[in-house]
């Protein structure tokens, strides 16, 4: 552990937790973030996930809560979805391994039953929810906010998006008056900035640069028809190292029907999508970081707070609908200062979102061909991006390695 993170004032404990979670260097949100966490201010931190934010406001809180110790819960951290709760939870049992801080999350798609069991067993310290059961619990009178000293909104943008802000804002007028917010978020749209300026009072604010993640990641686009995707998606796992990757689709069904096409032809590939139940959704999740599988297919929804290293590539399979969320998609790669690649499949249809995003990027995106997979060429009204040919020859070290796993193998990962 470094000297920067021995310099911030947390406690022996939880630098011991820092430790064993094997950071050495404190990232540049938590550089910014800790400390005037610790000195109690509100914060506005803008960044994007994969940045480091979730142990950002983590490690202050397990600091400020362990100082006095009380009734609970008295930190609330609300999270737009269930994935993004589990590991803000997980995070917390990591780093607090070594305090008496418990922390327990709640979220909706399954009974309640366990979680109001989790909660009267443990009486956790902070409680970490997705909005909507949360209300349901509050309504109940299961769950009481008068205690809460500490509330986290993460991923605010995240939770506008999937309609959640009548909800926030509901949970925020439960709470004390007096109580310390913080909000992070990767976009700063009207509404979350009328929020923020309604219930924060003289935040600090911490931002890391958004394009950062952006510039470590390989762009590429793929003119190509639309009966062609899958095809080329196929070629580019043999042809390019995907190590571990993430197809983003416009839908639940074709993400269910790219999972199942792509496992069928010998590449370990697994779905995420909102019809699956909560333990579908954990155990694709768990398989994929524990790279049981190499390919995660997902929708816009379903992906929103997935925090997994070490992804290799994101391919669009679909262009998204927004500039925003191209950004949102790709940052899944590139993390941490690694390189990442991003390819998107387009069509003539995808023109105008095209010049959107390189407007963003404040750049041309290379346009790149695969002999086979001819479309008509990708013009912008943009300055013409360098157009490449690929032209390679599929590598054979992840085809060897599914080819060692059985057909049973893959089905029941």
Known sequence: MSEEFRQMRLGAAIQR?????????????????????????DVLGLAQT??????????????????????????????????????IADEIRTLGRYTRIRAVAVFGGVSQNSQVNALR????????????????????????????????????????????????TRII??????????????????????LANRHLDKPHVAEVEHRRPVNAIEHALYPVDEKQKLELLKHLIDADRFDSAIVFTRTKHRARRIARQLDSSGHRAVALQGNMSQNARVRAMDGFRRREFDILVATDIAARGIDVEKVSHVVNFDMPNTADAY????????????????????????????DQVELRLGSPIQRCSVEGFDAAPLRSARPAARRQT?????????????????????KTA
């Open 17 to 41: 937790g820092i430790e064993q979670a094997g950071y050495e260097q404190p990232r540049p949100i938590q550089v910014q973030t800790i400390p005037a966490v610790l000195e109690g201010r």
């Open 50 to 87: 994969g940045t480091g934010k979730t142990a950002a406001f983590v490690l202050p809180m397990l600091e400020n809560l362990s100082r006095e110790s009380g009734p609970g819960p008295r930190a609330l951290i609300v999270a737009p979805t269930r994935e993004l709760a589990t590991q």
């Open 121 to 168: 067993r443990e009486r956790p310290d902070i409680l970490v929810a997705c909005p909507g059961r949360l209300l349901d619990l509050m309504q109940q009178g299961i769950v009481k906010l008068g205690r809460i000293e500490t509330v986290v909104l993460d991923e605010a943008d995240h939770m506008f998006d999937m309609g959640f802000l009548p909800d926030v």
């Open 173 to 194: 007028e439960a709470l004390p008056s007096r109580r310390q917010m913080l909000l992070f978020s990767a976009t700063m749209p009207k509404e979350i900035r009328r």
């Open 327 to 354: 950004t949102h998609r790709i940052g899944r790669t590139g993390r941490a200062e690694c390189e990442g690649k991003a390819y998107t499949f387009v069509t003539g249809e995808d023109r105008s979102m095209v």
């Open 390 to 410: 690929a032209s390679r020859k599929p590598g054979s070290g992840m085809r060897r390695r599914r080819a060692r796993r059985s057909t049973t193998q893959r």
